[in-house]
């Protein structure tokens, strides 16, 4: 039934003059930004405000096609099937990559069959280092070492979503969600055995279900973003190069392989207050790591290998890691990162910070920022916050004026010119050409956490109310007055650029 609806709709949009003449000059419809999208739905009501892309006729028309599929099922009651928004869950048919308990490993995939573009998403979730710290976890989030009671779908927010007005520029791609099961940081390789309690396999998770994807549609991909948050997003910079030369293996080589890493630039900095390795949270990164690499028997890219022969470790943080890696890598990150924070001993329980505290997450500020200057493609706000891409007001988040999306668009479109100019390259680097008015390295410069008014909305920790910059910078213990004069500036002038973010 909803064929002979699209006929009928392609026929009438191809058919209205304003529009064909659009499509046959090469003309495009501008894409409703943030701003524009609020009055955009208060100027039209009903069918006529679903947006169709032409640009997608020049480029790729079964997208296209997708796009009117979409608006016949939602202007037409003569379909009566529905889009399926949500990603089905598929274990993997490889029985010898599992999760942690051994049970079987798996993904989420909202296919989108006309497009050659695929999205995979590795989720977050720290990690175990040991027997002790890996039963712990097994009592208290299971559903991160086992599939034994994952939901049947998923309903996938931000860069996930299928919805245009969430995802402007990712909606109707090919979306594989991968859960979390191994707390390996998407690194191990080593399988249950009556010696050992867990397995450590997601390294190996990860090649079986590109293999299964190979069957779908993924053979015939122009891009895959490997994209992930937190644990995930270090994940990213561990296996990007490995499902690269895992795709051309197998003989896809023109697949684009990039990568999105989000909350995953961790640091091996002094912690504030050094405590033992007991347990994830309180152990420095650099002892869990160097206990877990070993534990996970966990695998790392052969060029950073070789740049740390024996203190492999060092490639699970991103400073050390980004500079060996082939593929172009995105990163997302806060400048004031809470899993950062927490890991270093500084835990903000809605008690007021004092000073030794304060000036520490300032200075951690300004060290995560020193490292990120070599980074070519960059989002980092100066927020208080930890993950980003999977929240449903990631459009909201702006650096210098400038949206993650939109700032993910510019870095799309710089690895296509750049792809154009040097098509006889088999690798792409780092490097990348900016199109004017389309930024790529978004760092903010302000220096304390929320200078940034579009940071995400801050409440207090044991009222729940919401709070403004300055109450939040004052309950950091944050000195106007001090500051003030060590600015020479007087302080309601202070209190006044800190209200609007300047």
């Not at 396999?201 to 122009?222: F, P, R, Y």
């Not at 896809?252 to 050094?274: A, E, I, M, P, T």
Request: proline share 5%; aromatic share 8%; charged share 20%.
């Amino acid at each position: 039934m909803w064929r002979t609806c699209l006929l009928l709709l392609l026929l009438v949009q191809l058919s209205s003059p304003v529009e064909a003449r659009r499509a046959r000059s090469g003309r495009t419809q501008p894409r409703r930004t943030q701003q524009q999208a609020p009055a955009a739905r208060e100027r039209v009501e009903g069918p006529e405000s679903f947006p169709l892309d032409f640009t997608a006729v020049e480029s790729n028309m079964d997208s296209f096609m997708v796009q009117i599929k979409n608006l016949a099922q939602s202007l037409y009651p003569c379909s009566a099937q529905k889009l399926e928004q949500d990603m089905k869950l598929h274990f993997t048919k490889n029985a010898s990559a599992t999760c942690n308990d051994g049970s079987p490993a798996g993904y989420y995939i909202k296919e989108s069959k006309g497009s050659r573009r695929w999205l995979l998403f590795l989720e977050g979730g720290w990690y175990c280092f040991n027997k002790q710290t890996c039963d712990r976890r097994y009592e208290t989030t299971r559903n991160l070492m086992s599939s034994a009671k994952w939901p049947q779908t998923r309903r996938g927010r931000g860069i996930l979503s299928p919805q245009p007005e969430e995802n402007p520029h990712w909606w109707n791609a090919n979306i594989v969600f991968i859960p979390y099961c191994s707390s390996d940081v998407w690194s191990g390789a080593a399988p249950k055995t009556n010696q050992s309690d867990y397995a450590f396999m997601g390294s190996l998770i990860i090649k079986e279900v590109l293999n299964e994807l190979l069957t779908k549609g993924l053979q015939n991909a122009k891009v895959l973003l490997l994209a992930g948050s937190s644990a995930g997003g270090t994940g990213v910079l561990l296996n990007v190069d490995q499902v690269a030369e895992h795709l051309e293996s197998e003989g896809h080589r023109g697949v684009q392989v990039r990568g999105l890493v989000d909350s995953g630039w961790f640091l091996d900095n002094q912690q504030y207050k050094v405590t033992d390795c007991l347990d994830t949270i309180s152990c420095a990164p650099t002892e869990a790591i160097k206990k877990g690499i070993r534990f996970w028997d966990g695998l790392v890219p052969e060029s950073c290998r070789q740049a740390h022969v024996g203190e492999e470790w060092n490639c699970f943080f991103g400073y050390k890691i980004y500079p060996t890696l082939k593929r172009p890598v995105f990163v997302v990150q806060w400048l004031f990162d809470e899993a950062q924070l927490t890991v270093d001993n500084i835990h903000l329980t809605g008690h007021l910070v004092h000073e030794g505290q304060w000036r520490y997450i300032q200075n951690l500020g300004q060290e995560l920022r020193s490292t990120l200057g070599g980074v070519q493609a960059l989002f980092a706000p100066a927020c208080l916050s930890h993950e980003l891409l999977t929240r449903s007001t990631w459009m909201d988040i702006q650096v210098k004026g400038t949206s993650l999306p939109r700032a993910l668009h510019c870095w799309d479109r710089s690895l296509q010119n750049k792809l154009h100019i040097n098509s006889s390259h088999v690798h792409q680097k780092h490097k990348t050409t900016p199109t004017r008015g389309c930024p790529l390295h978004l760092i903010d410069s302000c220096p304390w956490p929320h200078c940034n008014p579009s940071c995400p909305t801050i409440r207090d920790q044991l009222t729940g109310q919401e709070m403004s910059v300055v109450q939040f910078l004052k309950h950091m213990g944050f000195d106007v007055k001090k500051m003030a004069q060590q600015q020479g500036m007087d302080p309601r002038t202070l209190l006044g650029m800190l209200s609007d973010g300047s």
